[in-house]
């Protein structure tokens, strides 16, 4: 009896992509993630949300392990992508990346051309045996990333020669040419205008047909209109986590409401 | 204009909303003329029928209530958008009350089909009962197509069925002046004609919301009212 577009919507949280129990993050002594468990849908958009320095980008940045590269921080806890820990010593951080990728806060292309932006990762990882599968896997990442039609004519110019909207799409599109299974994206959005931030929500939306999509976000709004799930963050804690329309309309926790309402932060 | 907006889904939430008060105002149609058929053929199977399928109705508005919170919350409508969900809200609400009264209707079907008949009160219930749906037919056209006039012209149709509101109840009068064993009959006939009435006035509160959602300002309130029983009297 339900309208087709609302059956449509909902969120099939069996299908669990990633899953963290008992994650802790330290950074020397400062004890900065407590105890998250967390599981992360497949084929879902998933926001992190909370004020600053509540642990939501250091969370995200556990999922593909770019907290290694920090000397000082320290990782305890288990987290699983399809069931294979991501901190067991076999696994090389170099794959891991490949399988999740990331796309940050300030569109940051190479600078090269458009074309290279996308293939650079294709090529260091072998997705290709020649430059017509090359060229294809280019121009699927820039027909995903919604940029293709703007870019087609320009392959060959400077990825840094494009607007900011473009640019934080050509990331996009350079995250999805290796085919990732993840996809980690901490603040898209914040430096650009309703309009780009408009494209770029509608090309996450898109996304989660094929991937599964992790947010980071500083605007509420932004996660109550891209996200299926979403998860609350303060002080470290992994305060409330539910369905996206449920945090926003009636979310559980007291501190959930405060922080949305905008009486805490 | 561009009419769609960059985020697809919210279009579909919208989408999605309207369609449901569509079939909403579909199944209140029908309550609205099963109700009175009953009446008219004293039909207690139908009667029933009307009252159970209320229920469908009240979890629609509910639904409809739900999904606006969330449009409200997750995508803070503006403009054309937020005047969709406000009217949407309303429609909903008025709706939902129509097809209380026409289970009301329904119910005293039951009782009425045990007593004598009223000579005369079937085809005036049935004409009022018809035309109020005709208007939320219409007014649902409107809603649908935007279309400010159609909305406007259902406001002014409200006058005819207070007109036949204010003969029946001068009828009812008479019967139960004539004899006082027709008072629990009339009394029972009243009310539905009472209710029908009160759908009217909620239906053209609906033309009014469709008027506003098109244009953005409620129709001035200078429409003719001619509903006088309020002022009705025995004569001395």
């Given amino acids: 009896m339900d ?67 920090i000397s000082v921080a320290r990782v305890e806890g288990d987290i699983r992508i399809d069931g294979e820990d991501i901190y ?66 320009r392959l060959q110019e400077p990825g840094t020669g494009l607007s900011g909207g473009q640019q934080q799409r050509l990331c996009i599109a350079r995250a999805v040419a290796t085919e990732p299974e993840v996809l980690l994206m901490d603040e898209p959005c914040s430096a650009l205008d309703p309009i780009a931030t408009a494209q770029v929500e509608e090309l996450i939306d898109e996304l989660r047909q094929s991937y599964s999509v992790v947010i980071v976000t500083h605007s509420m709004q932004q996660a109550a209109r891209v996200s299926q799930m979403t998860a609350f963050f303060h002080l470290g804690n992994l305060v409330e986590y539910d369905e996206t329309g449920t945090i926003f309309t009636n979310p559980s926790d007291p501190r959930t409401e405060s922080y949305i309402s905008g009486r805490i932060g | 204009m561009n009419e769609q907006h960059i985020a697809s889904a919210y279009d579909r939430d919208l989408e999605a909303i309207q369609a449901m008060i569509i079939r909403m105002g579909g199944l209140v149609e029908s309550a609205i003329l099963e109700g009175t058929r009953s009446l008219d053929t004293r039909d207690v199977e139908l009667a029933e029928k009307v009252r159970r399928e209320d229920a469908v109705i009240d979890d629609l508005e509910e ?80 809603f649908i197509a935007r279309d400010a006039e159609r909305a406007e012209q259902v406001i002014l149709r409200d006058e005819d069925v207070d007109q036949l509101y204010n003969a029946m109840f001068r009828e009812f009068l008479t019967h139960m002046m004539e004899d006082p064993r027709n008072i629990t009959a009339c009394m029972h006939l009243h ?39 309020a002022f009705a009297a025995p004569r001395k």
């Avoid at chain 2, 209380?100 to 329904?106: L, M, Q, W």
């Avoid at chain 2, 029908?196 to 200078?222: F, H, K, S, W």
């Fill in chain 2, 63 to 142: 639904r409809i209530n739900e999904e606006c919170a969330r449009v409200i919350a997750l995508r803070a409508p503006v403009s054309k958008d937020l005047r969709i969900i406000l009217a949407v809200i309303k429609l909903s609400g008025s709706l939902e009350r129509v097809g209380d009264y026409a289970k009301n209707i329904a119910k005293r079907t039951t009782v009425l089909a045990e007593l004598g008949q009223i000579p005369g009160t079937n085809t005036s219930l049935r004409r009022m009962a018809m035309d109020v749906q005709s208007m939320l037919k219409d007014t649902l056209d409107a």
């Fill in chain 1, 88 to 153: 067991d010593k076999r696994v090389d951080p170099v794959q891991l990346r490949a399988k999740v990728g990331m796309v940050f806060q300030k569109p940051n292309p190479f600078p090269k051309s458009i074309y290279d932006n996308v293939a650079y990762g294709p090529k260091i990882h072998g997705l290709a045996r020649n430059k017509a599968e090359l060229d294809e896997i280019v121009e699927r990442a820039l027909r995903r990333a919604a940029l293709w039609n703007e870019a087609k004519d």
């Fill in chain 1, 3 to 69: 309208d087709l577009r609302l059956i449509e919507r909902a969120v099939d949280m069996n299908e669990t992509k990633i899953s963290a129990n008992g994650v802790q993050v330290y950074y020397g002594d400062n004890h900065a993630i407590k105890d998250v468990n967390v599981e992360i849908a497949d084929k879902t958009v998933t926001a992190f949300i909370g004020p600053s320095g509540c642990g939501k980008s250091t969370f995200l940045r556990c999922l593909n392990r770019m907290n290694d590269t």
């Fill in chain 2, 191 to 229: 009310f539905i004609a009472k209710n029908i009435e009160r759908m009217g006035d909620l239906v053209t509160n609906m033309a009014e919301q469709v008027v506003y959602l098109t244009t953005g300002t409620l129709p001035d309130d200078d429409r003719p009212k001619k509903d006088r029983t």
